[in-house]
T-cell receptor, first 115, second 117 residues
Framework: AQKITQTQPGMFVQEKEAVTLDCTYDTSDPSYGLFWYKQPSSGEMIFLIYQGSYDQQNATEGRYSLNFQKARKSANLVISASQLGDSAMYFCAMRAGSNTGKLIFGQGTTLQVKP | DTGVSQDPRHKITKRGQNVTFRCDPISEHNRLYWYRQTLGQGPEFLTYFQNEAQLEKSRLLSDRFSAERPKGSFSTLEIQRTEQGDSAMYLC???????????????FGAGSRLTVL
């Protein structure tokens, strides 16, 4: 079965510090993609970062990096130098297989950045 | 390009009524997706299209739900005989099928919030 698990319902981080949001996944398909999205209180889903299953290096996008540990089936999001505007819900998602566009999402983690 | 547009943004209806949502994807995107999201939960996949073909539909989706994308551009999601449990945010997204990291990234609309009384 294909599944995404986010075990942290809520996280706090001090402004300017780094924070790691956990994500584990389960799939038997060797070709898959992992995504992180941010959903602020306004509701829109914002794409942050992508990691392909065959990518050799961890993905990075500005202050976002994805700590991809294939053997452990984890794809944790690291946000460096947290800002107040990072306060939001964060979702990990997976596209399992090369012939589908469908993403399955985890339950999400609420991040609050403290000033 | 103004992104993915959804209409209406909010809909309040009485139980038993039919409702229809419209989604206009990014023009060059050939894939279109519908998701449902309830408060505090992750988006739940409903169905997706590649051009006008409906390629996949969630087994959790009741027969009261139907989606169309007749000309491979905009899509509609209809819910017949609404129930209170249908109250949720209905999200539309689009993507471009292809290779590389930029392809297959879903761009979401702002959503259509349904309240069933």
């Amino acid at each position: 079965a294909q599944k995404i698990t986010q075990t942290q319902p809520g996280m706090f981080v001090q402004e300017k510090e780094a924070v790691t949001l956990d994500c584990t996944y389960d799939t038997s398909d060797p070709s898959y993609g992992l995504f992180w999205y941010k959903q602020p209180s306004s509701g829109e889903m914002i794409f942050l970062i992508y990691q392909g299953s065959y990518d050799q290096q961890n993905a990075t996008e500005g202050r976002y990096s994805l700590n991809f540990q294939k053997a452990r089936k984890s794809a944790n999001l690291v946000i460096s130098a947290s800002q107040l505007g990072d306060s939001a819900m964060y979702f990990c998602a997976m596209r399992a297989g090369s012939n589908t566009g469908k993403l399955i999402f985890g339950q999400g983690t609420t991040l609050q950045v403290k000033p | 390009d103004t992104g993915v547009s959804q209409d209406p943004r909010h809909k309040i209806t009485k139980r038993g009524q039919n409702v229809t949502f419209r989604c206009d994807p990014i023009s060059e995107h050939n894939r279109l997706y519908w998701y449902r999201q309830t408060l505090g939960q992750g988006p739940e996949f409903l169905t997706y299209f590649q051009n006008e073909a409906q390629l996949e539909k969630s087994r959790l989706l009741s027969d009261r739900f139907s989606a169309e994308r007749p000309k491979g551009s905009f899509s509609t999601l209809e819910i017949q005989r609404t129930e209170q449990g249908d109250s949720a945010m209905y999200l539309c997204a689009s993507s471009l099928r292809g290779r590389g990291p930029g392809a297959n990234v879903l761009t979401f609309g702002a959503g259509s919030r349904l309240t069933v009384l």
